[in-house]
């Protein structure tokens, strides 16, 4: 595989760079967004990127920037992505690992899909303890089945930036338009009802254990995301507080 795996620019990334030169600081974020398909991780993660200024690295962002440019990663995950199956760890693992050794990432992240299994949460534990950066939380997002497939029915992407919104929840201001750069937002393949149901199935087998993981490392935070985002965002940051990070 070539280097093709996303960058500071990539569909979903906050765009900002956190450049240091020293090693990480206390309050640094490195945070794993988990939780179903379609419960909110984006969302959230979005907020938070924002205000922390740290990136966001989406691993669905990136692998839907590789199918739309064609690269040589994009073939080769299509049809897992449009099946709504896992992507194979080997290829995901590969391109995470050199997505998290880039210059952005040093001064935190927040990871939103990945790890999906506990094979991959191993590969990023790998990973992090070579750069002397471990995880500071995961933060799971809990919401019954029923609210996430009303979540992705109406969810609306935008194809160039990655931003989502609802229909009902969070509309755009101009009918089916981004409101960041204006793009007609999309009904994602995999977001139709087929899909979804195979997409929490493969949840619950492959990425429900996840949580497990890190539950045994003591790092497992969760939330209840049955609430409009600012309430959830606001029950994230009440959960966190034990991190430096999340004092206010
Ligand atoms: P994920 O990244 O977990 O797949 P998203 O952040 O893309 O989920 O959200 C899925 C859909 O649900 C989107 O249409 C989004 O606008 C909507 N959504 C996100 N959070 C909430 C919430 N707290 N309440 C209602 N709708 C939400
Ligand atoms: P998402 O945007 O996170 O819902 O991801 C969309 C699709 O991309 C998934 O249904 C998978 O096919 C693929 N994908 C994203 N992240 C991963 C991952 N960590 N491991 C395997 N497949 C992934």
């Not at 990539?10 to 760079?17: K, Y």
């Not at 979804?196 to 996840?210: C, F, G, I, K, S």
Request: hydrophobic share 35%; with cysteine; charged share 30%.
């Amino acid at each position: 595989m070539g280097t093709d795996f996303g960058s500071a620019s990539e569909p979903g990334g906050s765009g900002r760079r956190a450049t240091r030169s020293l090693g990480p600081a206390a309050g640094d974020v490195r945070l794993v967004l988990l939780g179903p398909p379609g419960v909110g991780k984006g969302t959230q993660g979005r907020m938070l990127a924002d205000e922390k200024g740290i990136p966001v690295l989406s691993t669905g962002d990136i692998l839907r920037a590789a199918v739309r440019e064609g690269t040589p990663l994009g073939r080769r995950t299509q049809r897992f992505m449009r099946a709504g199956e896992l992507v194979p760890d080997g290829l995901i693992d590969e391109m995470m690992s050199a997505r998290l050794r880039q210059e952005d990432v040093r001064g935190g992240f927040i990871l939103d899909g990945y790890p999906r299994t506990r094979g991959q949460a191993e590969a990023l534990s790998g990973v992090l303890a070579g750069l002397d950066e471990p995880l500071t939380a995961a933060l799971l997002l809990e919401v019954s089945d029923d609210e996430v497939v009303r979540r992705l029915s109406g969810r609306r992407s935008c194809p160039a930036c990655g931003r989502v919104y609802h229909v009902e929840h969070q509309p755009p201001r101009n009918d089916q338009q981004c409101d960041a750069d204006g793009h007609a937002l999309i009904h994602r393949d995999d977001d139709r009802p087929e899909t979804v149901h195979n997409r929490l199935e493969v949840y619950r087998r492959d990425t429900a254990p996840v949580a497990g993981y890190y539950r045994e490392r003591g790092l497992l935070v969760t939330v209840d995301a049955g609430a409009p985002p600012d309430e959830v965002r606001e029950r994230t940051w009440a959960a966190l507080a034990r991190e430096p990070a999340f004092r206010r």
